[in-house]
C-alpha cells in the first residue's frame, strides 16, 4: 500500500469576496507522479502557494509527513524537502546557465549575496554541472540564461529546484509552451526522477502529457475537488467533462491563471 506523503485537508482562501479555494482535499501519494487539473480560475496555483508558503490559507491544513505545516514560510517548507517551478519561469536572465545553478546552491545564504557572487565551491559547481547535464543543457552552461528557449528555461528551473535534493517537487504546468521535442525530454526527465524516489505533484493543462505521465490525477473546479483517481477513470468522469465542456470558469484571483 503506498503511503500519503502530503496531505491537503479543507482549505479555504478567499481573495475579497472570491472563494479561490472552498474545503479542498488532496492526498500526494509517496513515490507516485500526481497530477492537478481543472479549467482555468479552478483554484490550483492558489493551492501550490498555499502548500509552499507563498500565500496563507484561511482555513484547513496542511500535513506532510505526517505533521502539518499550514502558514509556514516558503523557507521553512523548503528546508523540508519540498521544492516547486512557477507558471511563469523564474530564473536570472542577466546570470549564465550555470550561475544560476549556483545561486541555487547558496539559496540558504544572502540572496542579494548569492546572485552578485555566485562562485560555490567546486564540489558545488560540479554537482551543477552534473544536474545540467541530466535535463541536457550541459554544453549551455556559459551562456546566458536570458537566450534560452522557454523550453530549456523550463529545464533549468527544474535543474534549479533539484539542487537541493527535495523529496517531493510541485511543477506549474511545466509543459505550458514548450515544443513538443523538449516536453518529451521533460516528461522523460521526470520519470527517471521519479524511478529514483522522488515524488511528483504536476499541475497541467496538456491532457497527453498528464494523462501519459501521471499515476493518479486530482480534478478541480471552482475552488473545489471534483474527482480523483487513476487517469483512465479521470479522464471518462462526467463531472470532469462537465467541467471542461459544460461551460468557462472566470479566473479566482489574480494570482490564479490556472
Not at 508558503?53 to 521553512?76: F, H, K, L, Q, W
Not at 470532469?240 to 491563471?257: F, H, K, S
Amino acid at each position: 500500500m503506498t503511503d500519503t506523503l502530503l496531505e491537503v485537508r479543507g482549505l479555504h482562501r478567499s481573495f475579497g469576496g472570491v472563494k479561490a479555494l472552498a474545503g479542498c482535499t488532496l492526498d500526494v501519494m509517496d513515490g507516485k507522479i500526481n497530477g492537478l487539473i481543472g479549467p482555468n480560475g479552478s483554484g490550483k496555483t492558489t493551492m501550490f502557494n498555499i502548500i509552499t508558503g507563498y500565500e496563507r490559507c484561511d482555513d484547513g491544513d496542511v500535513i506532510y509527513r505526517g505533521n502539518s505545516i499550514r502558514n509556514r514560510t516558503p523557507e521553512a517548507v523548503f528546508a523540508l524537502g519540498i521544492g516547486r517551478t512557477f507558471q511563469l519561469t523564474r530564473i536570472f536572465a542577466r546570470l549564465s546557465v550555470l550561475d544560476n545553478m549556483l545561486v541555487a546552491t547558496q539559496r540558504r545564504e544572502s540572496w542579494l549575496r548569492s546572485m552578485l557572487r555566485p562562485t560555490g565551491s567546486a564540489s558545488e559547481r560540479d554537482h551543477a554541472m552534473e544536474l545540467l547535464d541530466f535535463v541536457g543543457l550541459k554544453r549551455l552552461a556559459g551562456e546566458l540564461a536570458g537566450s534560452l528557449s522557454y523550453g530549456q528555461r523550463k529545464l533549468l528551473e527544474l535543474a534549479y529546484v533539484l539542487v537541493a535534493d527535495p523529496s517531493l517537487i510541485l511543477l506549474d504546468e511545466p509543459a505550458g509552451g514548450v515544443n513538443p521535442s523538449l516536453i518529451n525530454q521533460l516528461a522523460e526527465r521526470i520519470t527517471e526522477l521519479n524511478r529514483q524516489g522522488t515524488t511528483f505533484l504536476v499541475i497541467e493543462h496538456n491532457m497527453e502529457f498528464v494523462m501519459g505521465l501521471c499515476d493518479a490525477v486530482t480534478v478541480m473546479s471552482y475552488g473545489s475537488v471534483i474527482a480523483a483517481g487513476p487517469p483512465e477513470i479521470v479522464r471518462t468522469d462526467p463531472k470532469v467533462l462537465d467541467a471542461y465542456l459544460g461551460g468557462t470558469e472566470e479566473d479566482d484571483d489574480d494570482d490564479d491563471e490556472s
